[in-house]
C-alpha cells in the first residue's frame, strides 16, 4: 500500500482489486495515494484528499463531510440507473472501460494540478517585494513566482479576473535595470489574509523575455529575499516564498517538488472538451488560449495506440462558458476517427445538465494568435 501523504494533494484509490491499472499509473506517476480495499476507516472521510478514484460497489462508502473531494468513477458499464448513482453520490466523471490509459493519466493530472495559474514554463520559487501598476495606482506585493509566461502575487488588495496590471520587477531583483511587463490576472483567491495573484505574461517581446529568464536564472538554487546592506544580492531563506504545497515525497520516489513541478506544466495542457462534433468542440476557459490562436491538439481514442492529433483555432471566448475551438484541416481518416470517436466517448459528465461525452486532450503546439 502506498504511505500515507499530504491530504490536499493525495489519492484515496477505493475498489476490489479491480484498479489495478489505475493504481500501476499512480505508481508510474509516483502520486502519493492510499488504497482501500476492506471499507474505510473514520479518518478517511476527514481527508482533505485531492482526488478519489472509485468503483461503482464502493460508492455506498463516499459519504464526506463538507467540501467533497473531486471523484472519478471507473466503470465497466453503463446504464441511466448507475448515472443517476452517480450523480447522487457527487462524483464529477465516469469514465467506462475501455479508455486510452493516456486519457486517464490526463485526467489524474487535470484532476489534481490543475491549479489557478496553469503554468506553461518552468517557475521559481522568487518571496521578493515588487510593485504592480493597475491603472494609475501603485500597489505593493510580494513575487512568489516567476516564469516565462507569468507570475503569482501575494497583494494587500484584490484585483479581479480579466483585469490588465504592470508588473515592475525592480534593479535589487533583477542584479542590473529594473523593467516593467504586461501582465493579465487570470485568477485570484484569498489565502491567509492575502490576495493571491496568478497572472499571465502579455506583450512579450524577446527582448523583456530574456530580462525575465535573467531573473529566473538568479533563482535557479531556491526562493529568496533582498538582504538589507546586500548589493542587491538576493539571500537564500528556507520558506521565504509561501507557495502551493508539493505533492510529498513517497519511499523511493523522485524530489517531490521538482516532481510536483514536472506533472503541474504537463497538467496545464490537459483540455477536457465538450459539445463534440466533427466541426470542433467547447472547453473551459484556459490562460494558455487566445481568440484567434491556433492549437495542435492529442485527442486521446480508445481505439487508436496512438492520438489522434488535429488542427483547432479558437474561434470565440464566451466566457463562464467556455472557449469554442473549431478544427480545420481534417484528413479523411482524421474525419473517421472522429466520427468514431463523437458516438462513443468513454468519459461522461453525469452531473451535467445535459450528460455530455468529454474528451481528453493535450495541447501540442500553440501558435500566436492572428491579429
Keep these: 500500500m502506498a504511505t500515507e501523504t499530504s491530504p490536499r494533494t493525495a489519492v484515496l484509490l477505493l475498489h476490489d482489486g479491480e484498479l489495478a491499472d489505475v493504481r500501476a499509473l499512480l505508481v508510474a506517476l509516483a502520486l502519493p495515494f492510499a488504497e482501500r480495499r476492506n471499507g474505510l476507516a473514520g479518518s478517511d472521510l476527514e481527508q482533505r484528499w485531492g482526488l478519489v478514484l472509485v468503483t461503482p460497489r464502493r460508492l455506498a462508502l463516499l459519504r464526506f463531510g463538507g467540501r467533497a473531494p473531486a471523484c472519478i468513477a471507473i466503470c465497466d458499464r453503463d446504464s441511466r440507473t448507475l448515472r443517476q448513482a ?11 472501460r475501455p479508455f486510452h490509459p493516456a486519457a486517464l493519466r490526463a485526467l489524474v493530472l487535470h484532476a489534481l494540478y490543475r491549479g489557478p495559474e496553469r503554468r506553461r514554463d518552468e517557475r521559481r520559487a522568487i518571496g521578493a517585494p515588487v510593485t504592480f501598476r493597475r491603472g494609475l495606482r501603485r500597489h505593493h506585493a510580494i513575487l512568489a513566482d516567476l516564469s516565462e509566461g507569468g507570475c503569482c502575487l501575494l497583494a494587500e488588495h484584490p484585483v479581479a479576473e480579466g483585469r490588465r496590471i504592470t508588473l515592475h520587477l525592480p534593479a535589487e531583483l533583477c542584479g542590473g ?8 490576472v487570470v485568477r485570484q483567491r484569498r489565502e491567509a489574509g492575502e490576495h493571491v495573484l496568478s497572472a499571465s505574461f502579455e506583450g512579450l517581446g524577446e527582448r523583456k523575455r530574456a530580462q525575465v529568464r535573467a531573473v529566473l536564472e538568479r533563482f535557479a538554487d531556491g526562493p529568496a529575499v ?10 537564500r531563506v528556507a520558506g521565504a516564498c509561501p507557495a502551493e504545497p508539493a505533492t510529498s515525497q513517497a ?11 514536472a506533472l503541474d506544466e504537463q497538467a496545464a495542457r490537459v483540455l477536457l472538451g465538450r459539445e463534440l462534433s466533427l466541426g470542433g468542440m467547447r472547453v473551459d476557459r484556459d490562460a494558455l488560449l487566445r481568440v484567434g490562436q491556433d492549437v495542435r491538439l492529442a485527442l486521446h481514442v ?10 483547432a483555432r479558437v474561434h470565440r471566448d464566451e466566457g463562464a462558458r467556455g472557449m469554442v475551438l473549431r478544427f480545420h484541416a481534417l484528413s479523411r481518416d482524421d474525419t473517421r476517427h472522429l466520427t468514431a470517436l463523437v458516438d462513443a466517448l468513454p468519459v461522461v459528465e ?9 474528451v481528453v ?9 492572428i491579429a
Design 86 to 96: 452517480l450523480r447522487r453520490a457527487g462524483i464529477g466523471l465516469m469514465v467506462r
Design 177 to 184: 535595470s529594473g523593467f516593467g511587463v504586461r501582465a493579465r
Design 226 to 235: 533582498l538582504a538589507s546592506g546586500d548589493a542587491g544580492r538576493p539571500t
Design 251 to 261: 519511499a523511493g520516489a523522485p524530489d517531490s517538488t521538482r516532481m510536483s513541478v
Design 302 to 311: 480508445s481505439s487508436l495506440e496512438a492520438p489522434l492529433v488535429v488542427t
Design 350 to 358: 453525469p452531473g451535467a445538465q445535459e450528460e455530455s461525452g468529454v
Design 361 to 369: 486532450s493535450e495541447i501540442l503546439e500553440l501558435a500566436k494568435a
